[in-house]
């Protein structure tokens, strides 16, 4: 079992940034593949960004190549995602997770934090 808290969301200006945290516990953190994902308003849940197990690779969607940044820190069981030049349609709520392949698709990811709001406001 691998237990994941997500903090850092809140209200920001379009424009401007949020660095959301993802803190694990329980299994192992570096055996895992980790990603964000996010769910907007009356939309699907959808990939944002995802590290290998030594945060060598990165794969970010499309729509936040440029401005977001994931990274990780073994050490800590920690998780980052830094988000800057946000826009209103990156409101959503973001989940952190945990999976075993290296993958986009959301049902590989075994573990699922409660995720946090982000609103970004025009």
């Known amino acids: 079992q691998v237990q994941l808290v997500e903090s850092g969301g809140g209200l920001v200006q379009a424009g401007g940034s949020l660095r959301l945290s993802c803190a694990a516990s329980?299994?192992?953190?570096?055996?895992?593949?980790m990603g964000w994902f996010r769910q907007a308003p009356g939309k699907e849940r959808e990939f944002v960004a995802a590290?290998?197990?030594?945060?060598?690779?990165?794969d970010y969607a499309d729509s936040v190549k440029g401005r977001f940044t994931i990274s990780r820190d073994n050490a800590k069981n920690t998780l980052w995602l830094q988000m800057n030049s946000l826009k209103t349609e990156d409101t959503a709520v973001y989940y952190c997770?945990?999976?075993?392949?290296?993958?986009?698709?959301?049902?590989?990811?075994?573990?699922w934090g409660q995720g946090t709001q982000v609103t970004v406001a025009s």
């Open positions: 997770a945990v999976g075993r392949t290296w993958t986009r698709g959301e049902s590989e990811y075994d573990y």
């Open positions: 329980g299994r192992t953190f570096s055996m895992y593949v």
């Open positions: 590290i290998t197990r030594s945060g060598g690779t990165v």
